[in-house]
């Protein structure tokens, strides 16, 4: 049985994420975390130049990669509010939700002249928030940290540490998004060729001409 040749190119439905809408913003957080929570079996009052950094995590601790995406939970029905933009009248959904997403600290500084590392228990963070966005019945929120900075005050009590006040500012990715189906013409992909290791010929050992076979007479 005989098939005609397969097109280069063809006229392909695939499903894909369509993006309503998407904004970059900056939002600061602020929560009291109990020495507890942190689980130091360390002392911190007498270590010098002590210093903070956090490291966004998911919940068992294990570090996230760049643009990494976080839970959200809607936490009030979308009401829509029309807005005069350019001149033209859009309709925009106030969409309200808690994100949630887990860090660890890292303290770091010298404790008797040796250098001091500790890193907490992962701390869940929520973070309330609402914003107005190209969000239609039917679509889900996406959110990424891009970037993760703050601040800790440690606070003390007869040289133990109790608690900690957090102060995180985030930089997110937020978008309304769709599961769709799109038509679009294109190019099938190919495998790529394996690469194997190439066998050298047989070396021959160098010869003794002088002495053999020796010089025709």
């Not at 109990?34 to 956090?54: P, Q, Y």
Request: hydrophobic letters at 40%.
């Amino acid at each position: 049985m005989s098939h005609s040749p397969r097109p280069t190119q063809e006229l392909l439905c695939i499903n894909a994420e369509k993006v309503y809408d998407w904004v970059v913003l900056q939002n600061t957080v602020r929560q009291f975390v109990s020495a507890k929570e942190l689980d130091i079996d360390h002392e911190l009052h007498d270590v010098k130049h002590l210093t903070t950094r956090f490291i966004l995590t998911d919940e068992d601790g294990k570090p996230l990669g760049p643009n990494a995406e976080v839970k959200v939970k809607e936490i009030d029905k979308r009401e829509e509010k029309t807005f005069v933009i350019d001149g033209a009248l859009v309709t925009l959904e106030k969409v309200s939700f808690v994100k949630i997403f887990f860090i660890v600290i890292e303290f770091r500084g010298i404790h008797e002249n040796t250098h001091f590392v500790f890193t907490s228990c992962p701390i869940r963070v929520e973070a309330h928030e609402s914003l107005f966005l190209c969000a239609p019945e039917g679509t889900r929120l996406v959110v990424r940290i891009t970037d993760l900075d703050g601040t800790a005050k440690l606070n003390f009590h007869d040289d133990h540490l109790k608690s900690v006040d957090l102060t995180l500012t985030t930089c997110q990715s937020i978008q309304a998004v769709a599961d769709v189906t799109i038509e679009v013409k294109a190019d099938f992909c190919h495998p790529r060729e394996i690469l194997t290791e190439q066998c050298q010929a047989p070396i021959v050992p160098p010869q003794c001409p002088v002495i053999f076979p020796g010089h025709d007479n």
